[in-house]
């Protein structure tokens, strides 16, 4: 049987989508929402199907968010007439009113951010969204490891060799331990022994990534995670009746991409990208090396000042320490790691509030 091509499978899963109009595809002007729109637009196009719709949260106050310029040059290469652009000013705050009915409906979810997709889902109800969620996985599971080039024969070796390879061929126990004493968890908040706890658990993650191509890409696109993040933005797509689908993570596709890649992957994000979709996207796209910075679109001043007044209470005692967490979020920039125990407890003060 003739293998499948990474283009073909994308397709196949993108289909679906496309026949149940109106399909819009959640575009942040990125390199992978732009690649599953240009997909989709090739294949609309080529099958007599309605044009796709790019669909785009716009907060023109958080300038360190802004690709206007790069989403514009993706439709102008497109030739695409209709976009959805949502207006936002706070109001895709990690409390604010979307992430409310969210945490109101569904409890908490992960990731903190699910509730971004909400109002595109809106624009589409009963319809269908394309996301680009899975190509940052994509790309790190389909890179080239230097230890597979060294034991190929592909590189010439160096001094320092020795030891990557060593460490690559360790026993997960081995790589395990290395990984936690090398680890620097930033997470001022967690109980020493929540911080030992979670330290272990992230370097047993890591010891565990495999080294062969295939296998790794199998094992990227189980990560619990993904499955976790992709459930949360199903429970928003079902209160729409909205179809969603994640092309870049299909299984079909990731099966193609390691056969393409293979043996040892892609040299980098940029070498991926213009393999897959450098026929499709514009030159510039397909080299950039630059990302949003969403901070200022989930923490704004509602966040800060629910966190000024916050009394301690919603979060796991046991695990956190509310002192130090608070101190945290006076910070300039809170980490994304403490989002979900700033839902968590935003949660717990509206279900006192329905309480009382």
């Known amino acids: 049987m003739r293998a499948v091509s990474s283009r073909s499978a994308l397709e196949d899963a993108i289909r679906p989508a496309l026949l149940r109009p109106p399909c819009v595809v959640s575009f942040s002007g990125g390199r992978d929402s732009a690649a599953v729109l240009a997909a989709a637009v090739s294949l609309a196009r080529r099958e007599g199907l309605p044009d796709p719709i790019p669909a785009t949260n716009v907060v023109q106050a958080a300038t360190d968010a802004d690709e206007s310029s790069w989403q514009e040059l993706v439709v102008r290469h497109l030739g695409l007439t209709d976009w959805i652009r949502v207006e936002h000013e706070d109001d895709l705050d990690l409390i604010g009113p979307y992430a409310e009915d969210v945490l109101i409906a569904h409890g908490l979810l992960w990731p903190p951010n699910a509730h971004f997709h909400l109002p595109l889902l809106r624009a589409a109800p009963g319809g269908s969204m394309l996301t680009g969620v899975g190509g940052d996985e994509l790309y790190c599971a389909a890179r080239r490891m230097r230890s597979a080039e060294v034991l190929s ?142 901070d200022e679109v989930f923490w704004t001043d509602r966040s800060r000042a629910f966190a000024r007044e916050w009394d301690g209470s919603g979060v796991p005692a046991r695990w956190v320490d509310a002192d130090e967490l608070a101190q945290h979020w006076a910070t300039a920039h809170p980490s994304v790691a403490s989002s979900t125990l700033l839902q968590a407890a935003w949660l717990a003060s509206a279900r006192d509030r329905v309480e009382q």
């Open 153 to 294: 024969g592909a590189v010439r070796p160096r001094p320092r060799d020795v030891l990557t390879v060593g460490f690559a061929l360790s026993p997960h126990t081995v790589r395990t331990a290395v990984m936690a004493r090398r680890g620097s968890l930033e997470a001022s908040w967690l109980r020493p022994r929540g911080r030992r706890l979670v330290t272990s658990l992230l370097a047993a993650e890591s010891a565990a990534e495999p080294r062969r191509l295939d296998a790794r890409l199998m094992w990227w696109r189980e990560l619990r995670y993904l499955r976790v993040g992709s459930a949360a933005l199903d429970l928003l797509a079902a209160d729409t009746q909205t179809l969603l689908i994640h092309p870049l993570q299909d299984a079909r596709f990731w099966t193609a991409v390691a056969r393409e890649a293979g043996p040892l992957g892609f040299s980098g994000r940029t070498e991926g990208v213009r393999r897959l979709f450098g026929d499709l996207l514009p030159p510039p796209i397909v080299s950039r090396e630059s990302k949003a910075n969403l």
